[in-house]
C-alpha cells in the first residue's frame, strides 16, 4: 500500500473514532462559602515596664488576638530616641540614662512598655563624689571624696551629695521669714546670709557656711531634699510624684507620716552609714534614734521645717526650740 493510502486511510478511521466519541457532560462546580476574613480585636506586650543598660538590647514581646486573625504586622516607635531606640522587630537599645515609652501600634490599637534606660558610668546613688568630679562605689584612697551621693538627676549628669560631717546646733532667733522654697535649699540659705549679723542668729547656718571651700558651696537642705536624702539612704530615687517602687523610686510624703520602715530600707541605710564611716572624718547619719534634722525651709517667722531620719516623719518646729542635727548638702 502506498504511502498516500495510508495517509488517507488513517484520516478516514481518525475521523470515524471523532464522529463516535460522546461528549462526557459537564458538571458544575458546587458553590462555596464566603471566605470569612477574621479581624483582629486586641494586641498586647508581654511586658509593662523593663530596665536596661546604655549599649544593651532587648527583645519585647508583643502579639495579638485572634490567632487566626488576618494580621499585617506591627508598627513600633519610642517615645525619646535619645534615651531607647526600637527597631521595626520591637528591639529595645538603651541610649543614655533616663525613661522613655515604646509604643506597639496596629491599626487603631496600641499598647505601651516603660523603659528605664541605666547607665553604669553615670551616676549612682551611693557613690562617693571626688574633688576631680569623678565617683565610685569603692573609695578610691588615691582621691579627694567631698561626699557621698544621695540623689541622682533624671539624667543621670548631676545629682546631690552629702557631707560625711554632722553638726548639732539651735536653728536660730525668731522674727524674720522669707526662706520659704520646699525643694531648694541653696536659696534658701543664701537667702539668710543676707541678713544682718547672720553668723549669730543662725547658727546653722553659719555652721554650713564653715564647710564651704572654692569648689562646693554647701547649704542647708530644704525639706524636701531631707526627705531625697532619707530616700537615697535607704536606696531608692526620691521623686516628686508618679514614683514606682519597680525603678526603685518613692514619691514625696506629707507632714507626720511614717515612711520606709521594711528591713531593707533598714539595711539599705546602715549600709549608707557603714560607707559614710569609710572617709577620714565622716560621722553617719542617726537613723536609730529620734532626732531630728533642721531644714533651711521657713514655715514663718517662727517656726521651720525639720525631719526625723528615724523614720521620715516631717513636721515644723519653733526656731529656738532646742538643739537640732545638721548635715549640709551640695549640688555637682
Known sequence: ?????????????????????????????????????????????????????????????????????????FKWETSDSLVASVDALGRVSGVSAGFADITVRYEDFSV???????????????????????????????????????????????????????????????GEDGANDEYDGFSNTEQIMQREEYRYRYPVVAWCEDLRTAAVDWYLPAKYELQQIYAGASGLQWVENGADEFFGQVNAWGVNVSVLKDEKYLKARKEFNRRIGLVPGGVGIEFDRGNAYWSSTEENANDVWLLALKNGIMNTSGKDSGYGRIRAIAVF
Not at 459537564?26 to 458553590?31: D, H, K
Open 1 to 73: 500500500m502506498s504511502v498516500m493510502k495510508r495517509i488517507i486511510l488513517f484520516a478516514i478511521l481518525a475521523a470515524a473514532l471523532f464522529a463516535c466519541r460522546k461528549e462526557t457532560p459537564q458538571i458544575p462546580p458546587e458553590p462555596q462559602p464566603p471566605v470569612e476574613i477574621v479581624e483582629v480585636d486586641s494586641i498586647w506586650l508581654a511586658t509593662e515596664k523593663t530596665i536596661i543598660q546604655v549599649g544593651v538590647t532587648e527583645q519585647l514581646e508583643a502579639g495579638y488576638s485572634p490567632s487566626e486573625a488576618a494580621f499585617k504586622g
Open 112 to 174: 505601651s512598655c516603660k523603659v528605664m534606660v541605666k547607665d553604669p558610668a553615670a551616676y549612682q546613688i551611693g557613690y562617693y563624689y571626688y574633688s576631680d568630679g569623678t565617683s565610685s562605689y569603692d573609695l578610691d584612697p588615691m582621691k579627694v571624696p567631698l561626699g557621698i551621693i544621695f540623689y541622682v538627676n533624671p539624667d543621670g549628669k548631676g545629682g546631690k551629695m552629702l557631707n560625711v560631717e554632722e553638726g548639732d546646733r539651735i536653728w536660730g532667733i525668731p
